[in-house]
């Protein structure tokens, strides 16, 4: 079954600090892949996107994921994180075809400490 | 910049009201959702819609019914709340049945007492 797991429920990093939220799907085709954010009382906002080729995108505010269809993971990685980025992300996961299903991880909630 | 409108912000109400949440999305896309996110913040979606007909329900119970009037707007009615109904309803839209990313509303905030 299709599945999208995010092992890590909270995470917290010194603002500065590089980041990486990991992100790890089941489905046997290769998927659509988003990590989108959601701010305190706020919807979701989209950060980024995978549909083919380069396995490295990039995205708003200086995130980027890598896309390993080996390790059949998409984490999400920034350089250097600003109290601003503490918010919940979402990585998810997008039948190809079809009624445009997503299947969402649990969320990792983010936590920049100043 | 938002381009998907939820109204209300949020809504209190008792066991057994009927309530109506409405979305509009100004991207002309023609297909749009509504998901359901519970407290520990799980997503699941509801309903879609394509066109004004109803492509996917996630079995959600009967007091829902999703209502729409056109391809922008997308409402959604709960009959009679339960306790359980308690969440945040979010509403999204996309670019046909292919399109790929989907775009969110800022979501309706629904406490039954």
């Known amino acids: 079954a299709q599945s999208v797991t995010q092992p890590d429920a909270r995470v917290t990093v010194s603002e500065g600090a590089s980041l990486q939220l990991r992100c790890k799907y089941s489905?046997?085709?290769?998927?659509?892949l988003f990590w989108y954010v959601q701010y305190p009382r706020q919807g979701l906002q989209l950060l980024l996107k995978y549909y083919s080729g380069d396995p490295v995108v990039q995205g708003v505010n200086g995130f980027e994921a890598e896309f390993s269809k080996s390790n059949s993971s998409f984490h999400l990685r920034k350089a250097s994180v600003h109290w601003s980025d503490s918010a919940v992300y979402f990585c998810?996961?997008?039948?190809?075809?079809?009624?445009?299903?997503?299947?969402f991880g649990e969320g990792t909630k983010l936590t920049v400490s100043s | 910049e938002t381009a998907v409108f939820q109204t209300p912000n949020y809504h209190v109400t008792q066991v057994g009201n009927e309530v109506s949440f409405n979305c509009k999305q100004t991207?002309?896309?023609?297909?749009m959702y509504w998901y359901k996110q519970d407290s520990k913040k799980l997503l699941k979606i509801m309903f879609s819609?394509?066109?004004?007909?109803?492509?996917v329900n996630e079995t959600v119970p009967r007091r829902f019914s999703p209502q729409s009037s056109d391809k922008a707007h997308l409402n959604l009615r709960i009959k009679s709340v339960e306790p359980e109904d308690s969440a945040v309803y979010l509403c999204a839209s996309s670019s046909g049945l292919g399109g790929r990313e989907q775009y969110f509303g800022p979501g309706t905030r629904l406490t039954v007492l």
């Open positions: 489905y046997s085709g290769t998927p659509y």
């Open positions: 819609y394509n066109n004004k007909q109803l492509i």
């Open positions: 991207l002309g896309h023609d297909t």
């Open positions: 998810v996961l997008r039948y190809q075809g079809g009624s445009a299903k997503l299947i």
